[in-house]
């Protein structure tokens, strides 16, 4: 059974409540930069904009411990390519299967998510160069 939703027992939802739970929520983003915040978790699009380079920070536990498991989803539709990075480097550590094992880059019209796999460890995966 999934977990992470913000429900408790004995909460009623509406029908519209779960008919929005299969669909992405965009979080437009058209700066050069930005950092998730608790509200990009459960069924949020970060979708970048910005002709030129972007970077998307993942805060540390200690600014707001995302639950294990949680996956950001992102779509990079400006030109320039979007960089998944850590605030703070030495505390936040980002994998990834591209070319770099850090800071993944994402290009135009690609998507990526990353997926938090333990205290303050992110793995990004998708289309990452």
Known sequence: MASGFPFSTGDVLLASEMNGLVAFTLNAQSGTTYTLASTDQYQVLVVTSNAAAKTVSIPTDATYAFPNGTCISFLNTGTGDLTIDAVTPGTTTITSIGAAPA?????????????????????VVGAVA
């Open 103 to 123: 800071a993944p880059l994402v290009g135009q019209y690609k998507s990526a998510a990353a997926i938090k796999t333990g205290t303050d460890a992110w793995t």
